[in-house]
């Protein structure tokens, strides 16, 4: 293992979407593969030290081809729910995590704004940085 890669690394957003529901205020914990090991609801997720925090919607294994994948989305935004949409795309495992923004967050839909951006593939690797602790309050979710 590379030493000046942390073990693990947090990861903050507004929601995580998987497909038994959305999560909301998520406290996402990778490996240093890039796997995701924990899940966390935080209270303030945006508020804790050593934590990358992403305004949008978390999604995991989403296709390596994220941008492909994400066109095909916002091709058929308007015929059907996201959540519906994110389960014919999102494969069953070893996909990539990325952050949806632009969305409307309370029916859950793209808009024309919508964005997408990688945030970790799983066995990329990642630069050097310090070594990540959080504290807080933060529930495990099972």
Not at 27 to 39: F, K, Q, Y
Not at 53 to 76: I, K, M, N, S
Not at 115 to 142: N, T, Y
């Amino acid at each position: 293992m590379n030493s000046c890669v942390p073990p693990f690394r947090k990861i903050a957003s507004n929601a995580l979407w998987t497909p038994g529901g959305v999560v909301r205020r998520p406290l996402v914990t990778l490996s240093a593969e890039g796997r995701i090991v924990a899940i966390a609801e935080c209270a303030d997720p945006d508020r804790l030290p050593f934590t990358e925090f992403y305004a949008g919607l978390l999604v995991a294994d989403f296709p390596a081809d994220y941008r492909a994948a994400f066109d095909e989305l916002c091709t058929h935004a308007a015929a059907r729910p996201l959540d519906e949409a994110l389960r014919s795309v999102v494969p069953a495992a070893n996909g990539c995590l990325v952050v949806l923004s632009g969305l409307e967050y309370a029916p859950l839909r793209l808009t024309p704004q919508a964005r997408i951006r990688l945030i970790a593939a799983e066995g990329a690797p990642r630069p050097c940085g310090a070594d990540v602790r959080v504290r807080g309050g933060c529930k495990s979710r099972s």
